[in-house]
């Protein structure tokens, strides 16, 4: 990818169980987004995390981060079949303009 | 608050054809970004503008694609002479004045799903 990997690429999991996808990326950044997409749409922003940041919560969704790894992860706590979609990382470089995107993961929870 | 609107949704256009892809950001928005995503895969950057100008266009193709965001209407991406490779979604998203990319949240559209037959 052009920034990072993510992991795993994909994930099957039962309603009701968390689901964690990690992410890294290469060069020092202001902050770190993730993005949901839902089959054959448009990315829908999740949250924000900044560089300055370790960890972040937004309803059941729990990002960290950390700097000195370079990496990222996204836990989806009790999971709904709802949450079936593709989950990216993206992250915009220091001094950069562009906010680059990691593969995504491809999550599927069964119900 | 109408979202990014993209058009056209999908676009089927024989190889050496000429593919236009509208967008108009949210109200609001001076900064739109042009994205690619092939079936299965993450987004690849193209293109950022602010109105009238090109910021950086380091990951469009130096040949075949042009983008314009100008002082009135929507951005446009063209592709000229299109090949079967330029079959993909293409995503635009918008940002607010002042809050670009160190900011954060990128607003998406739906998508343009050009297929180069």
């Known amino acids: 990818s052009q920034q990072g990997e993510e992991d795993p690429q994909a994930l099957s999991i039962q309603e009701g169980e968390n689901a964690t996808m990690n992410c890294s990326y290469k060069?020092?950044?202001?902050?770190l987004q993730w993005y949901r997409q839902n089959s054959g749409r448009g990315l829908v922003h999740l949250i924000l995390?900044?560089?300055?940041?370790r960890e972040k919560h937004s309803g059941r969704l729990r990002v960290t981060l950390d700097t000195s790894k370079k990496s990222s992860s996204l836990l989806i706590t009790a999971s709904r079949a709802a949450d079936t979609a593709s989950y990216f990382c993206?992250?915009?470089?220091?001094?950069?303009?562009?906010?680059?995107f990691g593969a995504g993961t491809r999550l599927f929870v069964k119900a | 608050n109408a979202g990014v609107m993209q058009n056209p949704r999908h676009l089927v256009r024989r190889r050496g054809q000429e593919a236009r892809l509208r967008c108009s950001p949210m109200?609001?928005?001076?900064?739109v970004y042009w994205y690619r995503q092939l079936p299965e895969e993450g987004l690849k950057f193209m293109v950022y503008?602010?109105?009238?100008?090109?910021?950086?266009e380091s990951g469009m193709p130096k040949e075949r694609f042009s983008a314009e965001f100008p002082k009135e209407g929507p951005s446009i991406l063209r592709i000229q002479q299109v090949v079967r490779g330029d079959s993909a979604a293409y995503f635009c998203?918008?940002?607010?004045?002042?809050?670009?990319?160190?900011?954060?949240?990128?607003?998406f559209g739906e998508g343009s799903r050009l297929t180069v037959l």
């Open positions: 993206a992250s915009t470089n220091t001094g950069g303009f562009k906010t680059i």
């Open positions: 060069t020092s950044i202001n902050n």
């Open positions: 995390i900044r560089s300055n940041e």
């Open positions: 109200k609001g928005h001076s900064h």
């Open positions: 503008l602010q109105k009238e100008n090109i910021i950086d």
């Open positions: 998203a918008s940002s607010p004045l002042g809050g670009g990319p160190s900011t954060g949240e990128l607003f």
